[in-house]
């Protein structure tokens, strides 16, 4: 398992339309990574890892789901 602190920041634009404020979003948080690996029979590594960040400027959203409140979720498993 391995904690995973981050802080993030994306600038948009569009190229064809005016670009709708806001242009830059920046958020720090933090995160759990889990990986395993097994080889019997076939190699298969399960990865799981989730998130939460704190946004640094407000952006309104109409929804009501994890990601508006700062939370991601993703379980992979690669074979081979």
Do not use: C
């Not at 995160?31 to 097994?38: F, I, K, P, Q, S």
């Not at 009501?64 to 498993?77: K, W």
């Amino acid at each position: 398992m391995q904690f995973a602190p981050f802080i993030d920041y994306g600038h948009a634009w569009n190229t064809k339309l005016p670009t709708l404020a806001p242009r830059n979003l920046t958020s720090v948080g933090l995160g759990l990574r889990w990986a395993l690996t097994l080889t019997s029979p076939i190699a298969l590594r399960p990865e799981f890892e989730i998130y939460w960040g704190a946004r640094l400027n407000h952006v309104k959203t109409e929804g009501n789901n994890l990601q508006d409140v700062g939370v991601h979720l993703q379980f992979a498993v690669a074979a081979f």
